[in-house]
C-alpha cells in the first residue's frame, strides 16, 4: 500500500519496504544507491497526492495557464529542495537518523539534470519553483536532453568535454505521458487548394519524429501547489529497418532512429557548420511544436472551440528567442488544423504570447538561414513570408522611403530569417530583465520597434529563488536569520531588511563571520575531495563563476592575478591579504578563445603554486565541472563576488544576487542588475569600478579607442601580457596564448582590438581591488557590510520577479491552495 501519512515512523517503514521489494536488501545491506531511490520515490510518493490534487484544481476552476518554454532548465538535483518545500526537512531528518543513514553520502547519489548551461537555465528553474510557491499555474516546457551540455574535465590545463549522461540509472522523477505523444514534421513540401472559397494548405511527403512527453513535478513551498516541468523527447516512428537487417546492413537499419533521436540528445549541439545548425533548427521546432500541439488539446479539452477564449486560458512565454517558432506554429495550427482566417489566428496569437530579451549581444539575436528554414519547414517558412510582407508593409507607413531602416526591422531579410525581430514584432510584450536592460532595449537594441510599438516593452529584474540559494545551500545562516528576526521572510523576503540592524551588532557580526568560516572549511573540504585542491580558509575567498564568454572578462580578474604576483614577486615589501581567487566557467566546445582563457587561467594557477613567495598570499583555483551542486557549496563560502561585465553587455545576472544573499560583498560594474544591487546596499557596500553603460556605447560608435596607448604606458599592464606569450606563463608552449595576445591589443580581422574594454577598464578594477584589501584588514568594517548585503537581497527573490511578471504580462489566477 502506498504511503499516504509522511511522520517520521512511516518515511521509515517505506524507506525499509522499497529497499526490500525492489532490491531485496536491507538498510545495512543496501547500497548509497539504492537508499538514494528508496528514499526519494518515499518523497515522489508523497508529491504525487499533491500532483494529482492541483491538475484536477486547475482542471475544475479553468484556471489560466502558462506554458513557459525555455530551451534550457538548469534545475540542479531535486531531493533535498523537494523535502524541503513540503516543509518536511525534520520528519526525514529524524528518520534518517534513526535508520543510520549518512545523507550527505545518499544525497550526493542523485544525478545533476543535464538540462542547462547557464543563468538562463537557472532563471527558468527559480521561476518555476517561484510559480509553484505562488500557487500559480504552470508548465515548464522544454528537451529531455539524454547527454545536456558536457562534463568538463580539465586535462593538461585544458578543457575536455565528455559525454554527460545523467539519465543512465534512470530519473525517479520523471514520469512518461504517453497519451500526450504527437507528430512533428520536417521537410516535404506544401499543396494548396481551394475548398468551401477558402485557400487550404497541406503538409505532405514529410518526415514524422515522434515527441514524448516525460513530466517531472515542481513543488510549492509550504502549498498544495505542484506544476510540471515537461521534457520531449524524440523517437523514430519507425525503430529498425529489418529488411536492412536482414541484409546485414545493421547501420543502415537503425539509421533513421538515430538521427530522429539525435534531436534530443545534446542541448547546445556545435553549431559551427551547416548540420550543427540545422540541428539546432530542429530542436527548436520540435520542441515548440509538440508543446504547443499538446496546449491545443488541453484547451478543446476545457473550452471546446471557443478560439477567442484562447488569450484568456492560456499565455506562451517564449524565454529568449530559442522557442521563437511557437509564434508562427500558433498560427498553423490555428488555421491549417482549426480552419481559423488569417487576421483571426494572427489576433489570436499577437495576444497569446509573450517574449523575454536575455541579450543585446548582436551575435546572441539569433538568425536562420532563410533556405534552411524553407526546406526543413515549407509550411512554418510560407506563415514567416506572408508575416514578414505585413510587417514590412506597416513600417513602410512609419519610415516611408526608409528601406535600410524597415529591413534591419524586418523577419526575413538579407537571406536571413530574424528571430529577435520576429519575437518582438508579433507578441504583445517584450520585456528587459533588468532596468538598464530594459533601458538599453528601447534606447538602442529595438530603438526603432519601440518607436513604433511602444505600448509593448516593460523591465523585470530577474531574481532568484531563496529557498535553493539560500535555504538550502545556507543552513546554517538560515538558522542565524531565523533565531534573529524570525521565519516570516521565508514566506516575504523583502522582510530580510529586518537584518539590517544587526549590523551594527558586534555580537551578531561574530556569529555571521563564524557562518561563513565555517562554510569556507566546507569548500575546503569539497575542493580536496572533488579535485585534490588544497585551499586555507583563513585565505579571502574571492569568485568569478559564470560562462565563460569575454564579455563577461574572466580575464580581466586572470590579469589582476597575474598583477598581483608580479607585485610579490618583484617586490620584497609588498603584501597583501592572502586571497584564493576561484573561477568556475564553462567554455563552449566550438569557442576556441574561452577556452585559450581557460588555459591561461590554469597555467596562472601553476604558475603562483611554484612561486615560494607568491603562494603564501596568492593562489588561483580553477573548479573543474562547475554546476548547480558546486554552485551551492561554492556561493555560500565566497568573500568577494566578482560581477565584472563590461558595461551595457549584461542584460542582469543573477550569481550577483545569490552571492549578495548569502553575505558575498561585490565588485562589479555598473551593468545588469549590479545597478540595482548597489542601490540597495548603497555605495559603501559595493566596489562599483569601470565606465558606465552610456561612456562603452559612445566608444562603440566613436571608434577610436586604442589598446595600444595603454599597454604603451601601464607598466604593469604591458609586463603581465607580454608574459603571456614570452614562455613566463606557459614556459611549454610560449605561443599558446598567441590569439588571445592579439585580440587584447590589435583585434580580428580589422575590428576594434579589445573590444571588451578589458585594457580600459583595469586601471579602476586594480584601485578597486587596492580598496577590498584595506577593507577585509577591518574586520568589523567587513563583516558590517557582508550583513548588509544579505539584509538586503531579498527584493531579489524570483517570487518578487514572478509577482511583477504576473501583474505586468500573465495575468494568472492562483490555485487555492488545500
Known amino acids: 500500500m502506498p504511503t499516504t501519512s509522511f511522520d517520521k515512523e512511516s518515511i521509515k517503514a517505506s524507506i525499509i519496504g522499497k529497499l526490500q521489494r525492489y532490491n531485496g536488501r536491507t538498510i545495512a545491506e543496501a547500497s548509497n544507491a539504492q537508499i538514494y531511490r528508496a528514499l526519494a520515490s518515499t518523497v515522489?510518493?508523497?508529491?504525487?497526492?499533491?500532483?494529482?490534487?492541483?491538475?484536477?484544481?486547475?482542471?475544475?476552476?479553468?484556471?489560466?495557464?502558462?506554458?513557459?518554454?525555455?530551451?534550457?532548465?538548469?534545475?540542479?538535483?531535486?531531493?533535498?529542495?523537494?523535502?524541503?518545500?513540503?516543509?518536511?526537512?525534520?520528519?526525514?531528518?529524524?528518520?534518517?537518523?534513526?535508520?543510520?543513514?549518512?545523507?550527505?553520502?545518499?544525497?550526493?547519489?542523485?544525478?545533476?539534470?543535464?538540462?542547462?548551461?547557464?543563468?538562463?537555465?537557472?532563471?527558468?528553474?527559480?521561476?518555476?519553483?517561484?510559480?509553484a510557491s505562488l500557487n500559480l499555474p504552470a508548465m515548464g516546457c522544454s528537451i529531455r536532453y539524454e547527454y545536456g551540455l558536457f562534463r568538463q574535465k580539465i586535462v593538461d590545463g585544458q578543457q575536455v568535454e565528455l559525454p554527460d549522461y545523467w539519465l543512465g540509472n534512470g530519473n525517479v522523477w520523471e514520469m512518461p505521458v504517453m497519451e500526450d505523444?504527437?507528430?512533428?514534421?520536417?521537410?516535404?513540401?506544401?499543396?494548396?487548394?481551394?475548398?468551401?472559397?477558402?485557400?487550404?494548405?497541406?503538409?505532405?511527403?514529410?518526415?514524422?519524429?515522434?515527441?514524448?512527453?516525460?513530466?517531472?513535478?515542481?513543488?510549492?513551498?509550504?502549498?498544495?501547489?505542484?506544476?510540471?516541468?515537461?521534457?520531449?523527447?524524440?523517437?523514430?516512428?519507425?525503430?529498425?529497418?529489418?529488411?536492412?537487417?536482414?541484409?546485414?546492413?545493421?547501420?543502415?537499419?537503425?539509421?533513421?532512429?538515430?538521427?530522429?533521436?539525435?534531436?534530443?540528445?545534446?542541448?547546445?549541439?556545435?553549431?559551427?557548420?551547416?548540420?550543427?545548425?540545422?540541428?539546432?533548427?530542429?530542436?527548436?521546432?520540435?520542441?515548440?511544436?509538440?508543446?504547443?500541439?499538446?496546449?491545443?488539446?488541453?484547451?478543446?479539452?476545457?473550452?471546446?472551440?471557443?478560439?477567442?477564449?484562447?488569450?484568456?486560458?492560456?499565455?506562451?512565454?517564449?524565454?529568449?528567442?530559442?522557442?521563437?517558432?511557437?509564434?508562427?506554429?500558433?498560427?498553423?495550427?490555428?488555421?491549417?488544423?482549426?480552419?481559423?482566417?488569417?487576421?483571426?489566428?494572427?489576433?489570436?496569437?499577437?495576444?497569446?504570447?509573450?517574449?523575454?530579451?536575455?541579450?543585446?549581444?548582436?551575435e546572441a539575436l539569433e538568425k536562420w538561414p532563410e533556405n534552411m528554414v524553407k526546406t526543413l519547414l515549407p509550411r512554418i517558412y510560407q506563415i514567416l513570408v506572408e508575416m514578414n510582407r505585413r510587417l514590412c508593409a506597416r513600417l513602410w507607413n512609419h519610415f516611408p522611403g526608409q528601406a535600410e531602416r524597415v529591413g534591419k526591422m524586418a523577419i526575413i531579410s538579407y537571406g536571413y530569417?530574424?528571430?529577435?525581430?520576429?519575437?518582438?514584432?508579433?507578441?504583445?510584450?517584450?520585456?528587459?530583465v533588468s532596468q538598464l536592460h530594459g533601458e538599453i532595449l528601447k534606447a538602442e537594441t529595438f530603438h526603432d520597434f519601440y518607436t513604433v510599438m511602444p505600448e509593448k516593452f516593460s523591465a523585470i529584474t530577474n531574481g532568484i529563488t531563496h529557498r535553493r540559494w539560500l535555504m538550502a545551500c545556507n543552513p546554517e545562516l538560515t538558522k542565524l536569520i531565523c533565531d534573529t528576526i524570525g521565519t516570516a521572510w521565508i514566506k516575504d523576503t523583502e522582510r530580510l531588511s529586518d537584518l539590517a540592524p544587526y549590523a551594527d551588532d558586534a555580537a551578531f557580526r561574530e556569529e555571521f563571520a563564524k557562518v561563513k568560516h565555517h562554510n569556507k572549511e566546507r569548500l575546503?573540504?569539497?575542493?580536496?575531495?572533488?579535485?585534490?585542491?588544497?585551499?586555507?580558509?583563513?585565505?579571502?575567498?574571492?569568485?568569478q563563476s559564470k560562462r565563460l564568454h569575454e564579455y563577461k572578462r574572466q580575464m580581466l580578474n586572470a590579469l589582476h592575478c597575474l598583477v598581483l604576483y608580479n607585485r610579490i614577486v618583484n617586490d620584497?615589501?609588498?603584501?597583501?591579504?592572502?586571497?584564493?581567487?576561484?573561477?568556475?566557467?564553462?567554455?563552449?566546445?566550438?569557442?576556441n578563445r574561452a577556452k585559450q582563457i581557460i588555459r591561461f587561467i590554469n597555467a596562472l594557477s601553476k604558475l603562483i603554486a611554484k612561486h615560494p613567495r607568491a603562494s603564501k598570499m596568492l593562489q588561483v583555483v580553477f573548479l573543474e565541472n562547475y554546476d548547480v551542486s558546486s554552485a551551492q557549496i561554492l556561493i555560500p563560502a565566497t568573500e568577494v563576488s566578482e560581477q565584472l561585465s563590461t558595461a551595457s553587455k549584461e542584460a542582469s545576472g543573477t550569481g550577483n544576487m545569490k552571492y549578495m544573499m548569502n553575505g558575498a560583498v561585490t565588485i562589479g560594474t555598473m551593468d545588469g542588475a549590479n545597478v540595482e544591487i548597489s542601490e540597495q546596499v548603497g555605495m559603501d557596500n559595493i566596489y562599483i569600478f569601470g565606465m558606465r553603460s552610456?561612456?562603452?556605447?559612445?566608444?562603440?560608435?566613436?571608434?577610436?579607442?586604442?589598446?595600444?596607448?595603454?599597454?604603451?604606458?601601464?607598466a604593469e599592464l604591458r609586463l603581465a601580457l607580454t608574459q603571456m606569450i614570452d614562455g613566463t606563463v606557459m614556459p611549454d608552449a610560449p605561443g599558446a596564448l598567441?590569439?588571445?595576445?592579439?585580440?587584447?591589443?590589435?583585434?580580428?580581422?580589422?575590428?576594434?582590438?579589445?573590444?571588451?574594454?578589458?585594457?580600459?577598464?583595469?586601471?579602476?578594477?586594480?584601485?578597486?581591488?587596492?580598496?577590498?584589501?584595506?577593507?577585509?584588514?577591518?574586520?568589523?568594517?567587513?563583516?558590517?557590510?557582508?550583513?548588509?548585503?544579505?539584509?538586503?537581497s531579498g527584493v531579489f527573490s524570483s517570487d518578487r520577479t514572478i509577482r511583477e511578471y504576473n501583474d505586468t504580462i500573465w495575468h494568472l489566477d492562483p490555485l487555492k491552495s488545500l
Open 44 to 131: 515522489r510518493d508523497q508529491i504525487m497526492q499533491k500532483w494529482m490534487i492541483s491538475r484536477e484544481e486547475r482542471k475544475t476552476h479553468n484556471n489560466k495557464r502558462l506554458y513557459y518554454l525555455s530551451v534550457e532548465f538548469l534545475m540542479g538535483r531535486s531531493l533535498y529542495t523537494n523535502i524541503l518545500n513540503l516543509v518536511s526537512t525534520d520528519e526525514y531528518k529524524a528518520a534518517m537518523d534513526d535508520l543510520g543513514i549518512d545523507v550527505d553520502a545518499v544525497l550526493k547519489e542523485e544525478p545533476e539534470p543535464a538540462l542547462g548551461n547557464g543563468g538562463l537555465g537557472r532563471l527558468a528553474a527559480c521561476f518555476m519553483d517561484s510559480l
Open 417 to 432: 530569417i530574424h528571430m529577435a525581430n520576429l519575437c518582438v514584432a508579433m507578441t504583445y510584450n517584450t520585456n528587459g
Open 738 to 792: 598567441q590569439d588571445l595576445y592579439h585580440s587584447l591589443l590589435i583585434g580580428d580581422y580589422g575590428s576594434m582590438g579589445d573590444p571588451y574594454f578589458v585594457l580600459k577598464d583595469f586601471g579602476s578594477y586594480s584601485m578597486a581591488q587596492r580598496r577590498i584589501d584595506a577593507d577585509y584588514a577591518n574586520k568589523d568594517k567587513w563583516n558590517r557590510m557582508a550583513v548588509i548585503n544579505t539584509a538586503m
Open 524 to 543: 575546503a573540504k569539497f575542493l580536496k575531495e572533488h579535485q585534490g585542491t588544497v585551499v586555507d580558509p583563513s585565505f579571502i575567498f574571492d569568485a
Open 181 to 362: 505523444a504527437c507528430e512533428v514534421h520536417f521537410n516535404g513540401r506544401v499543396e494548396m487548394a481551394e475548398e468551401n472559397g477558402r485557400l487550404t494548405f497541406r503538409h505532405v511527403d514529410y518526415n514524422t519524429v515522434e515527441a514524448v512527453p516525460y513530466d517531472m513535478p515542481l513543488v510549492g513551498y509550504d502549498t498544495s501547489t505542484v506544476n510540471s516541468l515537461r521534457l520531449w523527447s524524440a523517437r523514430s516512428p519507425k525503430r529498425m529497418d529489418l529488411g536492412s537487417f536482414g541484409r546485414g546492413q545493421y547501420v543502415q537499419a537503425t539509421e533513421e532512429k538515430e538521427l530522429a533521436e539525435a534531436i534530443s540528445n545534446i542541448l547546445y549541439p556545435e553549431d559551427n557548420h551547416y548540420e550543427g545548425k540545422l540541428l539546432r533548427l530542429k530542436q527548436q521546432y520540435f520542441f515548440t511544436s509538440a508543446t504547443l500541439q499538446y496546449m491545443i488539446k488541453d484547451f478543446k479539452k476545457l473550452n471546446g472551440n471557443d478560439w477567442q477564449k484562447l488569450p484568456e486560458k492560456v499565455v506562451v512565454h517564449v524565454n529568449d528567442t530559442h522557442p521563437g517558432l511557437a509564434i508562427p506554429e500558433l498560427m498553423r495550427l490555428l488555421m491549417d488544423e482549426e480552419g481559423l482566417g488569417w487576421d483571426e489566428a494572427q489576433s489570436i496569437v499577437t495576444k497569446t504570447i509573450a517574449y523575454t530579451n536575455h541579450t543585446i549581444m548582436a
Open 694 to 714: 552610456d561612456t562603452v556605447l559612445d566608444m562603440y560608435r566613436e571608434q577610436t579607442y586604442n589598446p595600444m596607448s595603454i599597454f604603451e604606458t601601464n
Open 572 to 591: 620584497a615589501n609588498f603584501t597583501m591579504q592572502p586571497r584564493v581567487f576561484i573561477f568556475g566557467s564553462k567554455a563552449a566546445p566550438g569557442y
